[in-house]
Structure formats: C-alpha cells, structure tokens
Nanobody, 124 residues
C-alpha cells in the first residue's frame, strides 16, 4: 500500500556529499520506521541506517556512522540520507524501505516496502 521513490543519486567525486530523498505515497508513513540499504556491484545488499517512527532513535552500520545521517520529515512523508565524505567504495544502488512497525531494524527482512533504488557513483 506504500510506494517509495528515491531521488538525489548521481555522480560525485570522492570527498563530496549527496543527500538522498525518499518520498512515500499511498498513505502516511508517520507511524513506520524507515531505513536505507545499499547494494554494490557483486555484493549483497547491506544495511545503511534506520530511523524510528518519531525520529528519536537512529541506527547506523558501524562502518558508516559519522559520515551518513538519516532523518525524516513526517509532514512531508519523506526520509533522507545525508552522505558526507564519500568514498569510491560507497558506490552502490541505494534503496529506502519502510517497516510495518515503528521501531528501528538493521536487516532487510525487517522491512516490508521498498523503493526502486537510486544509483550513487563516487569517482576518485
């Protein structure tokens, strides 16, 4: 019932920043925890970040904490991923996802709705 559409991906040089957005439609996601995942070529999809329904709690992959920030604006039905100090190894397709519940989760099995993904390419 929830449709998610990512935007903001593209090509950026190493050390640069991007902000990804994910807009939800179909119904409000104000009660749902949200997450970001990514999948690099030849690798499995990995967890990036999660945020609780009210934005009070966030969880990050250990390797990304300090560079990436997840946030949400429930009034806009949107979740964001701010990515700073980007590295070539951050190159991947980035997906947003929504849980049925309101608490954070760090595995893709915990999410029920997924966007189509947006490509992020970091050049050296």
């Amino acid at each position: 019932q929830v449709q998610l559409v990512e935007s903001g991906g593209g090509l950026v040089q190493a050390g640069g920043s991007l902000r990804l957005s994910c807009a939800a439609s179909g119904r409000t996601i104000s009660g749902n925890a949200l997450g970001w995942f990514r999948q690099a070529p030849g690798k499995e999809r990995e967890f990036v970040a999660s945020i609780s329904w009210n934005g009070r709690y966030t969880v990050y992959a250990d390797s990304l904490k300090g560079r990436f920030t997840i946030s949400r604006d429930n009034a806009k039905n949107t979740v964001y991923l701010q990515m700073n100090s980007l590295r070539p190894e951050d190159t991947a397709v980035y997906y947003c996802a929504a849980r049925s519940g309101g608490g954070t989760a760090d595995t893709d099995r915990g999410y029920d709705y997924w966007g189509q993904g947006t490509q992020v390419t970091v050049s050296s």
